[in-house]
């Protein structure tokens, strides 16, 4: 299990569609996705994109490929991790193509209702953990260690952490264990939430800028690292099941290989589109570089795509059907 267990947001089955890949932003969860999804015999694809940019960067390649080697209409809808397993067994969306861990919805949609079926490896490794910035990691060697946390406490308050350290996380739809783990660890932090992946990118660089310490979940493959070097905090070591239950979690993140996973029908019936996104494998440095064109250059996806695309044909070519 990676980004282990997240509680499941009870409104947010429905879907936003979105015209293209857009960057981080709150999914409106008040309409459906494509009209074409799970369409049989269609040329149109619909794929879930999730609201961190190595999630984004994966669907801009593969979107970019479909259009203009296949010849295949891509349509793509932001949605939240959990709610995005739900559409793609109701066939709303076709696929997901990064996924860090759901075995409740594997469990549910895989081995009971067969509505879904897995893509296979993405390729890329992802995990979770805590992380300080590296400067302050040099200057505080024991800080890497979470037992030692407390003697930071006073370097790490913000205003918004109630005089506590502050753990800054993402947003609250991610998989995150840090309440249970501050809790059950008897840590005196207060987890506060920026809001997103961007927002929390944000205050890092900032906090950078002004070489301050802090914490923050934190996650990898991810481009910031090249621009802000983070070291990670030593949780206690990660054992299978130790994450089992949410309210009792009081370990370290585990490492997962990311997943695809398809629409059942889809996966029958999607011809080329199926193949190619089983087909579709690339590396943690692949995605950084297209990531990073996006969220740092600023370059629109499709426009990060093309230049990947352009510079690593004899990758891609591997991922067309015959």
């Not at 459906?32 to 694809?45: E, N, Y």
């Not at 619909?46 to 984004?56: D, F, R």
Request: aromatic content about 10%; overall charge negative; proline content about 5%.
């Amino acid at each position: 299990m990676a980004r282990t267990r997240i509680a499941a947001l009870a409104a947010a089955a429905a879907l936003t569609a979105v015209a293209g890949l857009t960057g981080c932003g709150a999914a409106d969860m008040t309409r459906q996705s494509s009209p074409f999804a799970d369409t049989k015999g269609s040329r149109t694809v619909t794929l879930s994109v999730q609201s961190w940019v190595g999630a984004q960067a994966d669907v801009a390649v593969a979107q970019y490929l479909l259009e203009h080697e296949l010849g295949y209409r891509v349509d793509t809808v932001q949605i939240d991790e959990v709610p995005a397993w739900d559409a793609l067994s109701q066939g709303r969306v076709d696929a997901i193509l990064e996924d860090w861990g759901h075995p409740d919805q594997e469990e549910r949609y895989i081995d009971g209702k067969g509505t879904i079926v897995r893509g296979g490896d993405l390729g890329v490794t992802g995990h979770i953990g805590w992380f300080v910035p590296t400067y302050f990691a040099e200057q505080h060697p024991d800080v890497t260690d979470w037992k030692n946390l407390h003697k930071y406490t006073a370097e790490l308050r913000t205003a918004e952490s109630g005089g506590k350290g502050q753990l800054l996380d993402g947003s609250p739809s991610y998989v995150t264990n840090d309440k249970a783990l501050v809790k059950n660890l008897g840590l005196d932090l207060q987890v506060v939430f920026a809001g997103s992946e961007a927002a929390q990118i944000t205050q890092i660089k900032q906090f950078a800028k002004e070489r301050k310490p802090f914490l923050t979940y934190w996650y990898e493959p991810q481009w910031l690292f090249e621009k802000v070097p983070m070291t990670e905090v030593r949780l206690p070591g990660y054992e299978k099941g130790c994450d089992a239950d949410p309210e009792k979690v009081a370990c370290a993140y585990p490492h997962t290989p990311l997943q695809k996973f398809f629409n059942a029908r889809f996966a029958k019936d999607g011809g080329d589109a199926a193949a190619f996104l089983k087909r579709f494998r690339w590396t943690k440095d692949m995605q950084n570089d297209v990531a990073l064109m996006i969220a740092e250059e600023k370059l629109a996806p499709q426009e990060a795509a093309a230049r990947w695309v352009r510079d690593n044909r004899a990758i891609w070519q591997a991922w067309l059907p015959a």
